[in-house]
């Protein structure tokens, strides 16, 4: 049974800045890639970033370049989220994924397990 632990939400001012982080069990962490997906209320869910098994390969979506970093600690079962410069758009319950198909798999939606999802809210 694979689970996804997400932690670190919270609620920020524009401009702060929070880490989340997801552990995982179940199955060998250091094999599979992760990702970060969100939704916010009265929208779909979106993809966030995404990071390969080895660390290597991060895509992220353009709406969080230069703001947010994907990593991973495979010695921990545990993947980051470090998210600066937030702003009120970022608002939103942050979900971890992993998958089969790789970072680029992910990216496009192939999700073999969810988290429950963190609570992220950005006051102006």
């Known amino acids: 049974q694979v689970q996804l632990v997400e932690s670190g939400g919270g609620l920020v001012q524009a401009g702060g800045s929070l880490r989340l982080s997801c552990t995982a069990s179940g199955r060998k962490f250091s094999w599979f890639a992760m990702g970060w997906f969100r939704q916010a209320p009265g929208k779909e869910r979106e993809f966030v970033a995404a990071?390969?098994?080895?660390?290597?390969?991060?895509p992220y979506a353009d709406s969080v370049k230069g703001r947010f970093t994907i990593s991973r600690d495979n010695g921990k079962n545990t993947m980051y989220l470090q998210m600066n410069k937030l702003k009120p758009e970022d608002t939103a319950v942050y979900y971890c994924?992993?998958?089969?198909?790789?970072?680029?798999?992910?990216?496009?939606?192939?999700?073999?397990?969810w988290g429950q999802g963190t609570q992220v809210t950005v006051s102006s």
């Open positions: 990071i390969s098994s080895g660390g290597d390969i991060t």
């Open positions: 994924a992993t998958s089969r198909t790789g970072s680029s798999g992910i990216a496009a939606g192939q999700v073999d397990y």
